[in-house]
């Protein structure tokens, strides 16, 4: 059997602790969402915040949904993290040059570790350079998240966030009449 690669038809968060916590080089966190209580469990094992990077979407659309959370951003920030804003990024990678890679569908948030997520993880090291260094193409494209834009962000979305929630219980409402509509045909049928 190869053990160079596991899969997780579950959630890799306890994985991705003990990954992160035997760190001692580099660290790249890529999650579109990135959320407390998890964030939190796996970044509080970092030894050196220095050595990580976190790659995410900053968007207003993310933290008025709540997606993202801009306070769990900030503590990063202020922790020493370098947080990156990556248009478009959508995969959930934590790579660890050399030791580990996992490839999967689980962002780093709390709804990741109740969601049905799947990962694939690669403790091949030819495999995972090969995977940085595709990873590095990305990151050229990247832009520093600063202290300004978490603090613009953190005073603005507030409002938004409040017409947001106004309609997303519009949008449950409806969707929980199209559910019970359907319900009632399936019994009359």
């Known amino acids: 059997m190869d053990n160079k690669y596991e899969h997780y038809i579950k959630s ?11 760190a001692t080089d580099k660290i790249f966190v890529l999650s579109p969402y990135i959320t407390s209580r998890t964030a939190d469990v796996i970044l509080n094992n970092v030894k050196k915040t220095e050595i990580c990077e976190i790659y995410t979407v900053f968007s ?6 709540s997606s993202s959370s801009i306070h769990t951003i900030k503590r990063l920030y202020e922790k020493g993290f370098n947080l990156y804003h990556l248009e478009k990024l959508h995969a959930k990678i934590i790579l660890i040059p050399n030791q580990f890679a996992s490839i999967g569908s689980q ?15 690669i403790t091949d090291s030819l495999k995972i350079q090969d995977i940085l260094e595709e990873l590095k193409k990305w990151f050229l494209q990247r832009s520093i998240i600063t202290e300004s834009m978490i603090n613009e962000m953190e005073d603005n ?12 219980q519009e949008a449950a409402a409806l969707e929980n009449s199209i559910w019970d509509n359907e319900y009632k045909r399936i019994q009359d049928f």
């Open 157 to 168: 979305f507030i409002p938004l966030q409040d017409k947001f929630f106004e309609l997303q």
């Open 60 to 65: 207003v659309n993310n933290f008025i949904s």
């Open 12 to 22: 890799i968060d306890r994985r991705w602790k003990k990954e992160v916590k035997q």
């Open 107 to 121: 962002n780093l948030t709390y709804n990741g570790v109740r969601n049905k997520e799947a990962s694939i993880i």
